[in-house]
């Protein structure tokens, strides 16, 4: 059993920086890749970053590649996705995903955090 919890989500202006983490309790035995996702109204829940924890590999969104950056540590069991540069359209609801899948679709990750939300103004 396992359980995603994220934190640091807010409020910043345009230009700004957040971490977002995401803190795992339980066993880590099925959390071979973990991944962020953003969720918008009207909008369907899009990838944005994913990492292959055992390798190090990692894919961006397009719109968030160089200004994103996702990574873990393992001693903390701790996940993270670092945002800078950021700009209103990165607006939304942020999830923590993992599991034993890779891949862009949320039916891919089995566990999930109960969502950060970062709100990013002009």
């Known amino acids: 059993q396992v359980q995603l919890v994220e934190s640091g989500g807010g409020s910043v202006q345009a230009g700004g920086s957040l971490r977002l983490s995401c803190a795992v309790f339980g066993s880590t035995n099925d959390l071979i890749h973990m991944a962020w996702f953003r969720q918008t109204p009207g909008k369907e829940r899009e990838c944005v970053a994913r990492l292959r924890i055992r390798t190090g590999n990692t894919w961006y969104l397009d719109s968030v590649k160089g200004r994103f950056t996702i990574s873990r540590d393992n001693s903390k069991n701790t996940g993270y996705l670092q945002m800078n540069s950021l700009k209103p359209e990165d607006t939304g609801m942020y999830y923590c995903?993992?599991?034993?899948?890779?891949?862009?679709?949320?039916?891919?990750?089995?566990?999930w955090g109960q969502g950060t939300q970062v709100t990013v103004s002009s």
């Open positions: 995903a993992g599991g034993l899948s890779y891949g862009l679709s949320p039916r891919e990750y089995a566990y």
